[in-house]
């Protein structure tokens, strides 16, 4: 048996996970396993098989497990949590430390030896972490996390960043597999509860590139999610709103991103009562929250591509100031983001038309309450793609203030959801 078992889950990335190996194969500590947990697209499964085999005939240390998935149930299912508990929990030869990775992370030569010699010498510690840095698509460095003593990993720490004991793993449980939260926030949070503080060594062990950093937009890595290809070198375009976000959150204290894809969408599908109506739908990336839900939107790209790739059935084109639907037909109806396109008058409008078809209705602004607050009530009147500056900002777009003078409202503390309801 091992003394250190790497887990590793890939998806549908040939060019990145060959970095990968030969990070854990080039390591200085020899007393490693690698665990590959492959849940390629299985037009992509022959051309990862055979990356893998080629590493693994030659070191019998190196396993690989493959499990076959429904591309259309990627979105209900976290399959990188389903892999790494099987690997953790029902493969693993009980190696007492693991470290996790991913197929586009890059372990530094020192890394498993650093890490393994800290906790050998430290019985107190159960958990450690070195330094992260996170390249830019320059090549310069964009970010770095960890490298100082924590008591809560959430934020500071990526999920390949620590070394854990066998011990703290049985502790904590298995990772989540279902809901809209962030995998390893979520495990962080049950990992303080067990072992605080979360030790840090100044030393950077770990390297990768932005990733999924500032990738909302990119069209051609919403087409990849599903079909494969994920996220090989990002692209200039791709690249150039991770800058531009990069900007917004130093504008507006927190960026889109975060409060779109964390907080704001956890809320909505907790608590939303079905049926659903989501105004403003463009690719159903909320659908997946939600067993009885409708989709309407005016941009006739997004909803092809929502029932195309993403599977979403009930979709429908529309405008959102005549929604073509009876009084009262939806128990919930939401929109994110919507009326930051709509001028004051056309957003008023909107807002009558969910609270007439539906029983409750809220609003998720996403870009941050404390934009409105501060007299920001649009994007930079730019275009990342093209401008090299900001030129100013659009103050004339539907926000909270315009709301209020209309309705009465009710904000849900630490999101960007709004409760609208009639005077």
């Known amino acids: 048996m091992a003394k250190v078992q790497v887990v590793m889950p890939s998806y549908n990335r040939p060019k990145t996970v060959q970095r990968s190996i030969k990070s854990v194969l080039n390591q200085t500590f020899k007393d490693w396993s690698l665990y590959i947990m492959d849940n390629s697209s299985d037009y992509l499964w022959p051309r990862m098989k055979e990356i893998y085999s080629q590493y693994a005939k030659n070191d019998g240390r190196i396993k690989i497990d493959h499990m076959r998935v429904d591309d259309r149930l990627r979105f209900k299912t976290w399959y990188v949590s389903v892999v790494t508990n099987k690997a953790l929990f029902e493969i693993s030869e009980q190696e007492p430390y693991v470290v996790l990775t991913t197929d586009d992370n890059v372990m530094m030569p020192n890394k498993l030896e650093v890490l393994s010699k800290f906790l050998d010498s430290h019985p107190e510690a159960s958990i450690v972490a070195g330094v992260m840095k996170i390249i830019d698509g320059k090549g310069q460095e964009w970010r770095r996390y960890g490298g100082t003593n924590v008591n809560w990993g959430v934020n500071f720490l ?116 079905e049926p659903v109506l989501d105004v403003g739908c463009g690719t159903c990336l909320d659908a997946c929250g939600f067993t009885r839900y409708v989709g309407v939107d005016i941009t006739k790209s997004f909803l092809k591509e929502a029932h195309f790739t993403y599977q979403v059935a009930n979709v429908s084109r529309c405008d959102a100031r005549q929604l073509p639907f009876k009084d009262k037909a939806f128990q919930s109806a939401f929109s994110k983001g919507l009326l930051l396109h709509y001028l004051q008058k056309e957003g008023t409008k909107i807002i009558w038309e969910m609270l007439r078809v539906s029983k409750e209705t809220y609003v998720a602004w996403g870009f941050g309450v404390e934009a409105f607050n501060k007299g920001v009530s649009y994007l930079p009147s730019y275009n990342p793609l093209t401008s090299k500056s900001p030129e100013g900002f659009y103050y004339n777009r539907y926000d909270l203030k315009e709301l209020e003078k209309h309705f009465r409202i009710e904000p849900v503390e630490g999101t960007t959801v709004t409760k609208v309801l009639l005077r």
């Open 158 to 273: 990526d999920w390949c960043q620590p070394m854990y004991r066998r011990s703290l793993i049985n502790k904590v449980g298995r990772f989540v597999t279902q809901g809209s939260i962030s995998i390893d926030k979520e495990y962080y949070k049950r990992v303080a509860k067990f072992a605080k503080p979360i030790f840090g060594i100044g030393i950077t062990l770990d390297r990768t590139d932005t990733r999924f950093y500032g990738t909302r937009f990119s069209e051609l890595w919403k087409k990849r999610l599903v079909t494969g290809g994920l996220m090989e070198p990002l692209t200039p375009y791709v690249d150039r709103w991770r800058v531009f976000f990069h900007k917004m959150s130093k504008t507006w204290g927190r960026t889109a991103y975060q409060k779109c894809f964390t907080s704001d969408r956890s809320w909505l599908h907790q608590h939303l009562k």
